[in-house]
């Protein structure tokens, strides 16, 4: 099996900065895409940014410029850096990797728990 464990979620007062790790571990082959997505109360789930095993990059355009999305591959470890967070920002943050167990094996998605990110005014 394949775990995805986040950490760095808290709170933050408007314009500040938060960074959040998120760490795939178990039976892994390759890591391809990793992403972070987040789900505000009473919203749809939204992709805030991906990125790929090659490093390219993409971004919700409602985080760019404020929001850096970045991967350790020697550690299957994906990271977002939140600056200039908004209240608009607050909402459950859920790391997602696409994951190849086996050499042999299809690829599959995987989520983790989630990290509460909450921004005051």
């Known amino acids: 099996q394949v775990q995805l464990v986040e950490s760095g979620g808290g709170l933050v007062q408007a314009g500040g900065s938060l960074r959040l790790s998120c760490a795939a571990s178990?039976?892994?082959?390759?890591?391809?895409?990793m992403g972070w997505y987040r789900q505000a109360p009473g919203k749809q789930r939204e992709l805030v940014a991906t990125?790929?095993?090659?490093?390219?990059?993409n971004y919700a355009d409602s985080v760019k410029g404020r929001f850096t999305i970045s991967r350790d591959n020697a550690k299957n470890t994906v990271y977002l850096q939140m600056s200039s967070l908004k209240p608009e920002d607050t909402a459950v943050y859920y790391c997602?990797?696409?994951?190849?167990?086996?050499?042999?094996?299809?690829?599959?998605?995987?989520w983790g728990q989630g990290t509460q990110v909450t921004v005051s005014p």
């Open positions: 997602n990797a696409d994951v190849k167990r086996f050499m042999w094996e299809y690829n599959k998605y995987y």
């Open positions: 178990g039976t892994i082959f390759r890591v391809n895409a």
């Open positions: 990125i790929t095993s090659g490093d390219s990059t």
